[in-house]
């Protein structure tokens, strides 16, 4: 049985039937409600709006439950937002599991499964865009916002407040343990809605709170905590970089015992942890230390997550976005530092901040207290230690030269930590924004298109100042719009799309529409095209900043080069690098394609093509995950890297029609998806589960496996062929070293690989390394049940085709790695 079958009947509906029916459901779950759960239910079961304003680890999300099942209670569609997909993602399955799969679907930008389902988990930004778009009338009957202190968000805060203003008609509960003064939303939801509006914060923590300020080293402080049973311990970094490097200092401390090692390794099984960051976190994790951020695989993340819910780490080492949604058991958070980088400069922690990862301490059920400790700053140890040594001689004292903060840095001290205790997070503030996709979506809108942006503009949360700010914006992209031939005003004087608007244009990927027309311009019969449609999609996707900056200054490196060989004078180089960027394919072509499709589409004007070359870059350069990794010094970023690649991959099947793929542009998609499930198959494999949400789903393993990566036959021969083909292309550089490192074992050392290719360039002044080097009909291939024989044949200049590589693959030696086996039998000509 879900929830939904104790949905109560027409004769015993109401308030008090919905709350017990739910209650009573709670009990045969083993749990007893908290008061303010009680409260907090009482009054949405009763119609009104909720402003949950309570600790983390307080049962907030059963409260939500509630919420939808007192919608569904009433026949009214209830729509729950969060800010990050992930979330969302997370909280629909658990949603399916309670109200059973066909009641609930999710909307994301990327996927849409179930959408007239009558429970919606959306991100913030899709509500916003429907509310937008339809206002009274869509049909929302409820909304659940979670993390709402995200409305402060100065680019995202847009997307919690619209659904406020624009849906009237809808009851509202508000989730969040840090939204400060909430006194100004209580009086608005009700204006707005009619509903009263009651707010809960009187909860007290499941787990009590201890705070302290160390005094002691950073490794004294970490021994001390060991020493007394405070771990799982939680160690807070501002960066990624310095949450490795921390953890691997912290080797030098014995973690565990004997057995605890051995119940780790056991647990962690056959595993498979690939080369750079994997060796260095299997070495972490058998000592008992967790590293955990938002650069790591999802593999990764997952694995300390579950050996820290066994018990089995004392240590994670990891950032400050704990604070949302990590799903790691913590006794003890301990700051590194109370300043943060916030992108523009160094600052202290707001108290939002500071409470939201505090939050994170003691385990309701587990633990009787939280501790929370924060780092003195080494200087500050350092001054008081010269200050002790002095004693009580004034003069000594006098003569101590204290030490400040390291330049860059932002001091702090007791008083700081003591403040941030006490305060109350800031109050949250508007961050109202207009755009092209607004003044669309509300033009979409049955009735006075008018009169709807005339009320959002000024009936919004913003000060008058910042309101006029809003409407000369709006008037100005009205202007070029009606200039456009986008709206028009008809003869009575109602302003209106000329054309229908593209219905989920705000709702999906806004810039696949472009997409679809740029593959118009392209030429399918050229060899480079499987690669330009690659360009074209990559182009729409968000930045991988980490990878664009690696690229950069590599080819930056390589220019200097180039430039101290050609006798470049020190100035002018520096003045050419300047000029020096990433790699960014038919940038002309889409540059010039953009500004026309703008003309038309002017929404696009919200959103900004990046050109950009990850995924084409690896194919061109044939180089696996792990090599393009290593390649670009990416080992603190695989995670990022490996979303991106499966971003590019939905974007290409899910964008891509039928009458624009070639069977080398299939056999590129093949690749890359195989790609992808072979380095973290849980990328993908969430994405698939969407298709069937209510199928029973195995629990994951931690030893686990990807499906044999031979299955896939036509994805397998393409790994096949960029591992013969990276090969050609390391020859054709003179790179022996690297040649000599991939099939070094099998005897082909750097040196015999010298001699081949010598006797090559003896007979033919050239090796092609380009499209048509590159193709399958290059490529001879004898498939056998164990075994593949396979030859590279080279591109000679003079079309001879006489020279190449023969090799072997092995089967079951390339499922246990994920990858191609090869073994190099000749380099020669037939």
Known sequence: MTLTDRLPGPDSSG????????????????????????????EIATGANVILNTPTGSGKSLVAAGAHFAALADGRTTFYTAPIKALVSEKFFALCQI??????????????????????????????????????????????????????????GWAW????????????????????????????????????????????????????????????TIEELLSTKQAPVYIVHFTQAAALERAQSLMSINMSTKAEKEAIAAAIGSFRFTAGFGRTLSRLVRHGIGVHHAGMLPKYRRLVETLAQAGLLKVICGTDTLGVGINVPIRTVLFTGLSKYDGVKTRLLKAREFHQIAGRAGRAGYDTLGTVIVQAPDHVIDNERALAKAGDDPKKRRKVVRKKPPEGQVG?????????????????????????????????????????????????????????RHIRRAIAIARALIAGGVIERTPEGVYKLTDDL??????????????????????????????DVVSV???????????????????????????????????QRMELLEEVTWPRPLLELLEGAYETYRQGHPYVADYEIKPKSVV???????????????????????????????????????TVPEDARTEELGDLIEWLGELVRQVDSSLL?????????????????????????????????????????????????????????????????????RDAIDDYFDEYDELGTGSSARGPALLQIEQGPALWTVRQVFEDPEGDHDWGIDATVDLAESDEAGGAAITIVAVGPH
């Open 15 to 42: 308030p008090d039937a919905v709350f017990e029916a739910f209650q009573d459901w709670v009990s045969e779950q083993g749990l007893v409600l908290y008061p303010h759960q009680e409260e907090a239910l009482i």
């Open 99 to 156: 109200f059973g799969a066909h009641n609930v679907g999710m909307l994301t930008g990327d996927a849409s499964v179930n959408a007239d389902a009558p429970i919606i988990c959306c991100t913030a930004e899709i509500l916003a865009n429907l509310a937008l778009r339809e206002g009274a009338g869509a049909d929302v009957g409820q909304v659940v916002m979670d993390e709402f202190h995200f409305y402060a968000e100065p680019d995202r």
């Open 161 to 220: 407040q619209v659904p406020l203003i624009e849906l009237p008609q809808a009851q509202f509960l508000l989730m969040s343990a840090t939204l400060g003064d909430t006194s100004r939303f209580v009086g608005d939801l009700t204006r707005r809605t009619g509903r009263q509006t009651s707010v809960v914060s009187n909860a007290e923590r499941p787990v009590p709170l201890l705070f302290e300020y160390a005094m002691t080293p950073l490794h004294e």
């Open 412 to 468: 702090y001290g007791r008083p700081t930590f003591d403040r941030l205790i006490e305060a109350d997070p800031e109050p949250l503030t508007s961050s109202f924004q207009v755009s092209h996709a607004m003044l669309l979506n509300v033009l979409a809108r049955n009735g006075d298109p008018y009169q709807a942006m005339r009320h959002l503009l000024t009936d919004n949360h913003e000060e008058p100042a910042a309101q006029r």
């Open 502 to 531: 593209q219905l989920d244009f705000a709702l999906n990927q806004a810039l696949s529409p472009f997409a679809l027309a740029c593959l118009e311009l392209l030429d399918k019969e050229t060899p480079e095209y499987p690669l």
């Open 537 to 571: 999609i990559e182009a729409t996707l968000e930045d991988p900043r980490q990878v664009l900056s690696a690229q950069r200054q590599k080819a930056r490196g390589e220019a200097v080069n180039a430039m101290k060989a050609e006798g470049i004078e020190y100035d």
């Open 616 to 654: 084409r870059d690896m194919y061109e350069r044939a180089m696996t995950f792990t090599e393009y990794i290593s390649f670009y010094g990416l080992s603190r970023s695989e995670g990022l890297v490996l979303r991106y690649l499966a971003d590019a991959y939905r974007a290409l099947r899910q």
């Open 685 to 753: 494999d969430e994405w698939e589960r969407l298709r069937n949400p209510g199928a029973v789903v195995e629990e994951v393993r931690l030893d686990d496996k990807p499906p044999a990566v031979t299955r896939n036959v036509r994805a397998f021969k393409v790994l096949v062929r960029n591992a013969m083909f990276r090969r050609v292309e390391l020859a054709a550089l003179g790179r022996y070293d690297e040649l000599g490192e991939l099939d070094g074992e099998s005897g082909w050392t750097a040196q015999r690989w």
